[in-house]
């Protein structure tokens, strides 16, 4: 499926990713897959604590297997060393804090893009909320190296509006900032043009390889997977994770596929392994159908 200009839609409307084998196969087909992945929600299920998001010990063997056979990358809200312990897998290539922490592939600092000289920053935002937010019962600060974490996943629905509306504030008091809402959280971060999809092309321009031999694959289901999604068109494939029909069905997507959870990005991965194995396109294509 060839898309050729920047375009989006609802979640609900995007083919199933696992009926689609056939179709995702020729595109592979001559080509090496370039793997990117984010982790709570996709990799892992979202859990009521960052902590508590624990890899599946059958998705680790899948993404070794995977690693062994092309570039696997992760790239995550998460800090690099968090995400890292979260898998526990060196063959990867780890991307922290929404792409502001990269790790590149000979384990050099990749670019940071401004992230560090905004932590002052950051640390008075983290100071303000704590005191505002204080007595908020179920809030989570979450402090990261070059992000701050909001999370009202156990914060009463209607009192919501208190953390927009102390976010707002912060934010007048530290213009060099800007907020990304994602899935019960509001993640404050360097006012730069730096996300997940210029990550991804970077990490892609590193690899040096030509642009007809590989076919990027990113796979996410946060509102900050929408960047790189929005980078691949054209050039690779995009699968949004998560329930578009019921939870999400008024979201729209950049991605071309879905896929509706973690079990099932490991099924989509294990297809991955089979035809980079050099598997019969068909075969792996029925089972990954079979997994739906």
Same mark, same amino acid.
């Given at each position: ?5 920047? @375009? ?51 998705? @680790? ?16 809200? @998460? ?84 953390? +927009? ?38 990490? &892609?321009?590193? &690899? ?19 960047? +790189? ?64």
């Amino acid at each position: 499926m060839a898309l050729d200009a920047p @375009r989006s839609r609802p979640i609900r409307e995007l083919p199933a990713a696992q009926r689609c084998g056939v179709e995702i196969a020729a595109r592979l087909s001559g080509k090496r897959a370039a793997v990117f992945l984010d982790y709570d929600g996709t990799l892992a299920a979202i859990a009521e604590h960052p902590d508590l998001a624990l890899l599946d010990p059958e998705t @680790r063997t899948v993404m070794r297997d995977l690693a062994e056979r092309c570039f696997v990358a992760v790239v995550s809200g @998460r800090d690099v060393d968090d995400v890292r312990a979260k898998i526990g897998l060196e063959a990867l290539v780890y991307v922290g804090s929404h792409g502001f922490d990269i790790e590149s592939p000979d384990g050099r600092a990749g670019p940071q893009q401004g992230g560090a000289e905004h932590r002052p920053a950051l640390d008075a935002a983290e100071a303000a909320l704590r005191e505002r937010l204080a007595s908020l019962p179920g809030l989570l600060l979450e402090r990261k190296r070059f992000s701050l974490a909001v999370h009202s996943r156990q914060v009463a629905e209607e009192r919501e509006s208190e953390i +927009a509306n102390a976010v707002e504030d912060v934010l007048a008091e530290q213009p060099c900032l800007a907020v990304v809402r994602g899935k019960k959280v509001f993640e404050l971060r360097p006012a730069v043009d730096w996300h997940k999809g210029k990550a991804v092309l970077w990490l &892609l321009q590193f &690899l040096g390889t030509d642009a007809q031999e590989i076919l990027p694959i990113y796979i996410g289901d946060d509102i900050t997977d929408e960047d +790189a999604f929005q980078a691949l068109q054209g050039r690779g494939l995009g699968i949004v994770v998560g329930d578009g029909v019921s939870a999400e069905s008024s979201r729209v997507s950049f991605a071309a596929y879905a896929l509706a959870g973690p079990r099932q990005v490991r099924a989509f991965l294990e297809f991955l392994v089979a035809l980079q194995r050099g598997s019969d396109a068909k075969d792996a294509a029925a089972q990954l159908e079979a997994c739906a």
